[in-house]
Nanobody
Framework: QVQLVESGGGLVQPGGSLRLSCAAS????????MAWYRQAPGKERELVAS???????NYAESMKGRFIISRGTRKNTVYLQMNSLKPEDTAVYYC?????????WGKGTLVTVSS
């Protein structure tokens, strides 16, 4: 059974940083790609970053140079390091994986960027 649990969200000032974590069970990240998405109020859910089982990464244009996706020491954990945060980064952040063509989502963690 695949389960994804995000953590690390919270309130941060503009220009600050947060590190989000996604703990995955039921999968092996050596064989599964992972991604972070976000959904802001009134906006469509959008891709933030992804990482393949081989470690290749991709980022949405607005996140390049600010966000970093990585795998942790344990094979079942993925991180999103978020730097230089802006108010427009305020959103619920979700982690996602695909197993045999089926999408699995976490419940999300809220990031609020405000002074």
């Amino acid at each position: 059974q695949v389960q994804l649990v995000e953590s690390g969200g919270g309130l941060v000032q503009p220009g600050g940083s947060l590190r989000l974590s996604c703990a995955a069970s039921g999968i092996d990240l050596r064989f599964n790609a992972m991604a972070w998405y976000r959904q802001a109020p009134g906006k469509e859910r959008e891709l933030v970053a992804s990482i393949t089982s081989d470690g290749s990464t991709n980022y949405a244009e607005s996140m390049k140079g600010r966000f970093i996706i990585s795998r942790g020491t344990r094979k079942n954990t993925v991180y999103l390091q978020m730097n230089s945060l802006k108010p427009e980064d305020t959103a619920v952040y979700y982690c996602k994986t695909v197993v045999t063509l089926v999408d699995y989502w976490g419940k999300g963690t809220l990031v609020t960027v405000s002074s």
